[in-house]
């Protein structure tokens, strides 16, 4: 299962680039889930492949306010006709 998180607004790109190589220091993979995006809501949102929510909530939880939140992704299936 995949995790996404998102940044809150006023985290600045330094402190993003920090809090993902902190999560890779983990062992965690975190990409863009809008890779280029330019609306700062969609850019903010973040996913790890193959991990579940609490762990990488634990990984996050020295960033409390930073991060506006941790969730599992959606489960998502091709519709059958």
């Not at 995006?37 to 930073?66: H, K, M, N, P």
């Amino acid at each position: 299962m995949s995790v996404q998180f998102k940044f809150r607004d006023r985290v600045d790109q330094r402190r993003r680039r920090m809090i993902i190589k902190t999560l890779g220091d983990a062992g965690y993979t975190a990409r863009s889930l809008f890779p280029g995006q330019t609306r700062e809501a969609l850019a903010a949102i973040f996913i790890v492949a193959e991990a579940d929510a609490r762990s990488v909530r634990a990984a996050l939880d020295d960033f409390g306010d930073d991060i506006e939140f941790v969730e599992a992704s959606p489960k998502r299936g091709l519709k059958k006709t």
